[in-house]
């Protein structure tokens, strides 16, 4: 609509604390060429209001004024149990439950955004604020109400995003950083705004996770592939068999390949993609 906008970032990259530091970059310089002024590691320290009690500019923890007629804040989600405080249930960030979802008080449950697990049942983080585990909760609970106790078991992590025209997903485990115990192969075609960011084992090369930009990847598929444990090489050979984009988009299979072997000195020939091993995922 012709407005300029600003857009303050407190961390050294946008998103930081949940995208590796190559798919920050990638999608820090697609937000400023759709003509947004991102200022990466500023941080917003006043709102400053005219004589009718209107914004009209902020001030920056440098010192920095910035005139603007409207401001959005953006600061997560947080459980929203103040209400609670004074009641019979326990309560940390979060309304507590164990595994089935029950709280401290008999036949009350708790699920979605409030509730935070007492020990996650597969070690994710306690407070899960994605709209499929609160519908996964739901239907948890439906089964224990209907006499038919039922555990928590959301699989493997999962998530989508858009940034613009940049479609993004994840799966599994993919951290912001690192650590000793993992390996990482990214590919990226700065042009085409498309790239994959690998995560695997760094001892037996088990696949633990991807990260997907402008590339569509079957959920099934790569579910499939971290439960059962897969070696990363097994997961780039048959990648194809992950690609969902439409049949004449660009096929990048041979693209990718070629990188991996290059960098992790492989020898690996791409495998057609197949509809038998994709209705295995299916069905299981």
């Not at 909760?137 to 940049?166: D, H, L």
Request: hydrophobic share 35%; glycine share 6%.
């Amino acid at each position: 609509r012709g407005n300029e906008v600003t857009f303050l970032v407190r961390e050294k990259h946008y998103w930081g604390n949940v995208l590796p530091e190559e798919n920050a970059k990638m999608i820090e310089q697609h937000i400023v060429e759709n003509g947004i002024d991102l200022r990466l590691q500023t941080e917003l320290d006043e709102i400053i209001g005219d004589e009718n009690n209107r914004v009209k500019a902020v001030k920056t923890k440098s010192g920095e004024i910035i005139d603007c007629q409207f401001v959005g804040l953006v600061v997560g989600v947080s459980p929203n149990v103040d209400f609670l405080k004074n009641s019979s249930l326990e309560i940390n960030r979060g309304i507590l439950v164990n595994k089935f979802l029950e709280t401290n008080i008999p036949n009350v449950y708790a699920i979605g955004d409030c509730a935070e697990f007492r020990k996650h049942p597969t070690g994710r983080r306690n407070i899960e604020q994605v709209w499929y585990t609160g519908k996964m909760m739901g239907e948890t609970v439906a089964q224990t109400i209907c006499r038919k106790k039922t555990a928590y078991r959301p699989g493997t992590w999962f998530n989508s995003a858009k940034f613009f025209e940049i479609e993004y997903q994840t799966y599994g485990t993919v951290p912001a950083q690192p650590d000793d115990s993992h390996a990482v192969f990214y590919w990226e075609k700065p042009e085409k705004k498309v790239s994959l960011y690998f995560v695997f084992d760094k001892e037996a090369h088990r696949f633990l996770g991807v990260n997907a930009f402008g590339i569509r990847l079957r959920h099934e598929v790569c579910a499939g592939w971290i439960e059962k444990k897969k070696h990363i090489d097994e997961v780039i050979k048959f990648l194809s068999d992950a690609f969902f984009d439409p049949e004449l988009y660009p096929d990048y299979h041979q693209e990718i390949i070629n990188d991996f072997n290059r960098k992790f000195n492989k020898n690996i020939v791409p495998a057609k993609k197949s509809w038998k091993r994709i209705l295995e995922f299916l069905k299981a």
